[in-house]
């Protein structure tokens, strides 16, 4: 019995080994930190047990269980403490903190007749304080890293609806939309020899979808078990910029390129199970991220002609991201406080691999005082992230006024780890810290 | 206001304070929704449905149950000077919206979102040298996203008062380029690029207050504040000039585009007998703050001769002058909107309405005469619209079901700009045009 015991455990610590060694990385503030704050609280579940706007992000076919119209504000925050360690390299990398504010809508659509009780949708926001998108990126030998602050500096806009189809069975679908940027600057002399432009941006509405489906396991205890899948699309802002200034002069210079990816959160599909037994709620989940298709920051600046594919323009060095796995774990206990007052206290953990390879390709530069093509070592960092979230949850009810109140807290430390590139080392580590306060009403 | 019941106070004030409001270029010449469009843009006492996110939102605070809406506008823009088309984009959209009422400790309030998406792009900043001739207030300013969430109260039935926000985005990038430069042939250039680019949030606020003075009388105020684009570049260039030299160039370029001025809406609406109502609305425009759309370049060039000079046939650059942007001297204006409804049929579970409309937009901008060129003329549009609506059809439909549509022609009479310098490089020309403006809505109450 003894035996058979170790025997399992041995297995569920192999299993846990091999889903959490994946490769790793994070995306934007949700997929660093969660949705809201039900989720963030336990270790970004959600998938078969989220609530409200939540449901929007984590699985959309869980707002088919909305019934009641509730809009949700609230402030979230996040503080990276980052090091790089190595010759050459600067120790702490400074990040600018994230502070963004959070706006969600729960609606029911009240139909009637068979359709009663059977479909919501939601609408959510959330969105750094200061900026829309942030697209922040450095020449690849300036030390960085690029799959976590800056990511998390983008605003974040969905939307689903979720229905109940019956028999324990629920499907939804979304979309997340971002904004990215295209734009040109041509300059040059007018008739009079002063400068002028003509100078032109637009920005571009990118979307990915979202899919969710969740089933209620009939069982015979009367608690209830249910499981969900999501998926969720790759969500791209690129940032695509020509400067023109052919015209002015007689010096030939080309037409320069400025392009990137400002932000990105790969494919994704989510599985999780939940079950609430009593006073507790308890879900395991895990997330595969196809990192693989990660196209990288940069592009060249001077994209060779089709006619022409090996140039010997710079291009940015090619780096493998690798797909990951996170596991996630959660656990809700609620109880009442009297007639009108609820209480949530929640708890859990993740673990998200790095996608980033331990060994990086060298990038290539002009060196000014050789007059020749160099190579120069790729400083990007990351590591695996394990993190312990916490949240306190309070409700009133009626004859209260039916206000919600939320806050989670997620403390987050990176593995260390070493990244190689040509001969430089760096040991990386880091914290990351990050909290959030919701209240919602409902009316 | 009792003390025991601040919340729905505090909600509205934060919403007033802290939230940007809603309301973007495309709406102030083509409206938002088919109801509003077809009266004229004359709402601000009488709207309660999604519109209200741009019209009032203290109308908001009217509507009685959940409601959704979604609906699509496409405006062709047959603009003209000399008489050829200038390429106007037409603006084609999406619109949606939301409005979610309730009573909290007794007090009715709502929630409002509005949205018009527009097909091609959320938002565009286009900065032209200033002689270059362009429809200034239709070219580019209504290639825009409009996104706006409120919040309302109606702490008596008599009043209600709204705000909200909305939010679009500006650009600030700051690009570094390095490498070498082939001027022999410069696709062999190596260069590459960082780059450092924000795109900020622009909030700007909107607030509503409405009066019903009786049943069927009402009067409302609203403001709606400003906001301007910036698109903020600046491109370093550090490159050797193939084996020659190396160069420094650097280019900064600032433009503010978009730019809505502020404006007061005072409205009133009346309800004439059962089946028609009469509305009109005078919205006073803050043009006088316009910022010209002109891009403000700096140029810094700093190439060394080769010791050896200038291979022939290369002229090394030199520092350009920069641009003097020359003052647009808008003038304020005052729009009159003038609308009206008739309930043409009011049978138990359909009802259907005629609406007319009418609006006079007088060009802000003074006489072209001299370098610049921002075309623009007076604009006379003339709005019909039709609805229907259903009420409890059947138990799986909402329970009120409405289906607007409307048709708006602005005329932009023609008229002749001249020149005070007979050898001005665009010369006099001659500008006008129609606009037609064709959308339907449909909305479902809950």
């Known amino acids: ?443 | 206001m009792r003390l025991r019941r601040p919340l729905p106070w505090l909600l509205a004030l934060a919403a007033l304070v802290a939230s940007p409001r809603a309301r973007a270029n495309p709406l102030d010449p083509f409206g938002f929704g088919s109801r509003g469009t077809a009266m004229g843009g004359a709402a601000a006492a009488d709207v309660q449905d999604f519109s209200a996110n741009y019209y009032n939102p203290a109308g908001l605070a009217l509507a009685r149950r959940m409601e959704i809406s979604v609906g699509y506008v496409n405006v062709d823009q047959n603009l003209q000077i000399n008489g050829l088309s200038s390429g106007v984009d037409p603006v084609r959209a999406m619109v949606a919206g939301i409005v979610a009422p309730g009573k909290l400790v007794g007090i009715p309030f709502a929630f409002g979102f509005g949205l018009h998406l527009p097909d091609d792009r959320l938002s565009r900043v286009r900065a032209l040298p200033q002689d270059e001739p362009r429809w200034e207030l239709y070219d580019n300013r209504n290639q825009l996203l409009y996104l706006a969430a409120n919040l309302a109260v109606s702490p008596w039935p008599w009043l209600q008062i709204g705000g909200g926000v909305s939010f679009v985005s500006s650009t600030d990038a700051t690009l570094d380029i390095s490498g070498q430069v082939n001027v022999y042939t410069p696709d062999s250039s190596q260069l590459r690029s960082a780059i450092d680019a924000d795109l900020t949030a622009v909030r700007y606020p909107q607030a509503g207050v409405r009066v019903a003075l009786t049943d069927d009388l009402a009067l409302a105020v609203v403001y709606r504040g400003q906001f301007q684009l910036d698109l903020d570049l600046k491109a370093n260039i550090r490159a050797n000039i193939s084996g020659l030299t190396t160069a420094l160039y650097e280019l900064e370029t600032d433009s503010v585009n978009n730019f809505l001025p502020q404006q007061l809406v005072v409205g009133g609406s009346w309800r004439i007998v059962p089946e028609l109502r009469a509305n009109l609305d005078l919205t006073w425009v803050n043009w006088s703050a316009y910022v010209p759309p002109v891009a403000d370049v700096q140029v810094t060039l700093n190439i060394p001769p080769p010791p050896a000079g200038w291979p022939p046939g290369i002229t090394p650059p030199s520092t350009p002058a920069p641009t003097i942007i020359a003052p647009i001297n808008m003038r304020d204006t005052i729009v009159p909107h003038l609308g009206m409804e008739w309930r043409a049929l009011n049978e138990r579970k359909v009802q259907g309405f005629v609406r007319l409309g009418y609006e006079f937009d007088k060009s802000p901008l003074p006489p072209q005469t001299g370098t610049t060129n921002y075309v623009d003329a007076d604009r006379h549009a003339f709005s019909l619209g039709l609805g229907v609506r259903a009420v409890e059809l059947l138990p799986e439909l909402p329970r009120d079901l409405r289906l607007d549509g409307h048709v708006q022609l602005s005329e932009l009479p023609t008229t002749t700009t001249v020149k005070s310098n007979p050898a001005d490089l665009v010369g006099n020309y001659t500008a006008g045009g129609t606009l037609w403006n064709v959308g339907v809505t449909l909305a479902m109450g809950f």
């Open chain 1, 1 to 443: 019995m003894l035996a058979l015991s170790m025997q399992k455990r041995l297995t569920f610590a192999a299993l846990l080994v091999a889903v959490t060694t994946g490769g790793a990385a994070s995306a934007s503030p949700e997929d660093i930190f969660g949705y809201g704050t039900r989720s963030p609280a336990m270790g970004g579940t959600g998938v078969a047990h989220s609530e409200g706007f939540e449901a929007a992000y984590t699985n959309p076919a869980l707002l088919g269980r909305i019934r009641d119209l509730k809009l949700t504000l609230g402030f979230e925050a996040a503080t990276f403490n980052l090091h790089a360690d190595g010759a050459g390299l600067p120790g702490e990398v400074p990040y600018d903190s994230m502070r963004g504010i959070i706006i969600g809508l729960d609606v029911p659509i009240p139909l009637g007749g068979v359709l009663k009780d059977r479909i919501g949708t939601a609408l959510a926001l959330s969105s750094p304080t200061n900026v829309i998108v942030r697209g922040n990126i450095p020449y690849p030998e300036a030390p960085q890293f690029p799959l976590l602050p800056d990511r998390s500096q983008t605003v974040s806009i969905r939307a689903g609806i979720g229905v109940n189809v019956g028999w324990g069975i629920r499907v939804g679908a979304g979309f997340a939309a971002l904004a990215e940027l295209d734009g040109s600057a041509v300059v040059q002399t007018d008739a009079t020899g002063r400068v002028s432009s003509n100078v032109q941006d637009q920005l571009i509405a990118t979307y990915a979808p979202t899919l969710g489906l969740t089933y209620d396991v009939p069982l015979e205890d009367h608690e209830t078990t249910r499981i969900g899948v999501s998926y969720r699309g790759a969500l791209a802002a690129n940032f695509d910029v020509s400067i023109d200034a052919t015209k002015l002069s007689s010096l030939n210079i080309p037409v320069l390129t400025i392009a990137g990816l400002a932000q990105y959160d790969p494919e994704q599909v989510s599985f999780e199970i939940a079950r609430s037994q009593g006073a507790f709620l308890f879900a395991l989940g895990a997330t595969y991220k196809r990192w693989s298709a990660y196209p990288g920051l940069l592009q060249s600046t001077l994209p060779c002609p089709a006619s022409d594919p090996t140039c010997g323009s710079l291009v940015p060095p090619s780096i493998t991201y690798k797909d990951t796995f996170v596991p996630r774990v959660g656990v809700e206990y609620s109880t009442s406080a009297g007639k009108s007052l609820d209480l949530h206290v929640r708890a859990g953990a993740l673990y998200e691999p790095s996608a980033l390879p331990s060994k990086l390709a060298s990038s290539m530069a002009f060196d000014m005082t050789s007059q020749a093509t160099v190579s120069l070592p790729t400083r990007y960092f990351d590591a695996d992230r394990l993190a312990i979230t916490l949240g306190y949850g309070v409700a009133l009810r009626d004859p209260l006024p039916p206000i919600t109140l939320d806050l989670f807290g997620q403390a987050h430390a990176l593995m260390p780890r070493t990244i190689t590139s040509d001969d430089s080392v760096g040991k990386v580590s880091g914290t990351v810290f990050a909290a959030g306060l919701l209240a919602g009403v409902k009316f």
